[in-house]
């Protein structure tokens, strides 16, 4: 029976890269690539689901800091930093570029630091141009071919999928996570690494929209708060994030809640009940703003206070100034100069604290990526290689991180792989 050298399960982000590095690896230890077989069983007819969706279909492939600046913006769980900054550093976002570069695909980066192709290319040529690296590396895709089971008997692995069984001295897992699970990411690799005596971190939602059980604002659907502070509170604890909010039919969605919704599921799933605000003044305390209040009505007093709202450079959007004054019990056409005490106050409360509604679900399978997969502590983070079973590497989305929107998800994707692939020549 036939072994083959490497077979990675998965051929998005992570999984191409392995292959791509694994055979740049072999060529530089002058092993002939009819030598050295690498496989990669995919189970779509074409690799890169997800790279083909991403950013819209525009591919924001990656972040323009620096490995360590990358870390500190795009991960926000100190353990996730310390076990990708050797990946990081390793295959840093200038090599993907220059590797894109070199198959066609032009990149720059937007004032933000994310990346994108040059006007004109898509994600579909991002993902075309890893299938052409691929194809140049004498690498097999067996397409259409889903891995069912993955055992490791006498130091060989045996993946199973469908009739076919393909043995291998070593084994990459690149399956990736468990969101959008149409683009053939559901979580398998998971089942086959805690077959393997991996710990599991259970999956959960991030980078997801949050839905509302009370939608008050239903009509407000496609309206974004700019710059204000998105609140999650439950049980006593808050967790927030500062960013855009985007009113949805079903819910919140927009950078702020997006960034937020790991922590929003996970007091959620703790406290059985989450309520949601915003914070809509969110660079002056509520002392600042009573006193922006009271000079403005000291000095024109004459004015409405929903003209005041409605004036201020980053007040709230005009279609949500009726329901504030509403939910502050305060007559559409009162004056500054008329506003008393009490009125303020709940003006203040509800410009701080804007009730979004509650947490209806998170929903894991929406996120743009899903938190949890193989324990990092079981992973050494300079090899991606199993602390636990010979032979066996981990890459990308399977394993317990998830990174912030801006490029970061893509980029630990293909510095895992590429480290993987690496790592794993070397280990033979
Ligand atoms: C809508 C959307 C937009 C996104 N936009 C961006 C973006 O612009 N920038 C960014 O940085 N990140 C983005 N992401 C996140 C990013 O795409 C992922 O984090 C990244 O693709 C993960 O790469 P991966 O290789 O680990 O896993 P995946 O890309 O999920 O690849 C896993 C592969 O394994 C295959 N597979 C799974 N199980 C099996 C099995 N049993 N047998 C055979 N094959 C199997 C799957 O079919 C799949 O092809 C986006 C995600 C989504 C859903």
Redesign the pocket.
């Known amino acids: 029976m036939r072994i083959i050298d490497i077979v990675i ?7 191409m890269l392995a292959a791509i590095a694994a055979r740049e690896s072999a060529r530089r230890r002058r092993i002939p690539d009819k030598d050295f077989s690498i496989v990669i ?4 007819d074409r ?5 083909r ?3 819209g279909g525009r ?4 972040h323009a800091l620096e490995p360590d600046g990358l870390l500190v913006k795009g991960f926000l769980k100190k353990g996730e930093q310390r076990f990708l900054r050797h990946a990081l550093h390793a295959f840093r976002s200038g090599e993907l570029l220059e590797l894109l570069y070199r198959y066609g695909v032009r990149c720059e980066s937007r004032p933000d630091g994310k990346v994108f192709p040059v006007e004109g290319f898509t994600a579909s040529d991002v993902a075309h141009a890893f299938e052409r690296m691929i194809e140049e590396r004498a690498v097999t895709i067996e397409y259409a ?4 089971s993955v055992e490791r008997i006498d130091g060989i692995f045996a993946v199973t ?1 469908g009739e076919r069984t393909f043995r291998a001295a070593s084994l990459i897992l ?4 468990v ?2 699970p149409s ?4 979580g ?2 998971l089942l086959f690494a805690r077959r393997l005596g991996h710990t599991i971190v259970k999956p959960s939602p991030a980078l997801a929209p949050v839905l509302t059980t009370d939608k008050p604002y239903s009509g407000l659907a496609g309206v974004s708060l700019r710059s204000v502070a998105f609140i999650a509170s439950a049980g006593g604890k808050q967790v927030s994030r500062k960013g855009d909010v985007l009113f949805t039919h079903r819910g919140l969605s927009g950078p702020a809640v997006l960034s937020l919704s790991r922590e929003v599921a996970e007091l959620f799933r703790t406290e059985g009940s989450c309520r949601l605000f915003a914070d809509l003044f969110t660079d002056l305390t509520q002392d600042e703003l009573q006193e922006l209040l009271l000079s403005e009505a000291r000095r024109n007093g004459a004015k409405m206070v929903r003209k005041f709202l409605q004036q201020s450079p980053e007040g709230p959007p005009a279609a949500l100034i009726p329901l504030i004054m509403r939910l502050a019990g305060i007559p559409e056409d009162v004056l500054l100069s008329g506003l008393v005490r009490g009125s303020r106050i709940m003006l203040l409360n509800t410009l701080k604290r804007f009730p979004l509604g509650s947490v209806k679900v998170v929903p894991l399978a929406e996120g ?2 899903s938190a949890g997969g193989v324990s990092l502590a079981e992973v050494n983070p300079k090899t991606m290689q199993s602390r636990l079973v010979p032979a066996l590497f981990f ?4 394993l317990d991180y998830a ?1 912030e ?9 293909f510095s895992t ?1 590429w480290m993987a692939g690496e790592s794993v020549v070397g280990s033979q």
């Open positions: 399960v998965g051929g998005g982000a992570a999984g069983l995919e189970r779509n690799t890169g689901a997800k790279i969706i991403s950013g591919c924001n492939v990656t071919c889903t891995a069912s999928a690149a399956t990736g996570g969101s959008y683009t053939g990411s559901r398998d690799g743009e990526v890459a990308g989305e399977i990174g929107i801006g490029g970061f998800n893509l980029q630990a994707a792989g």
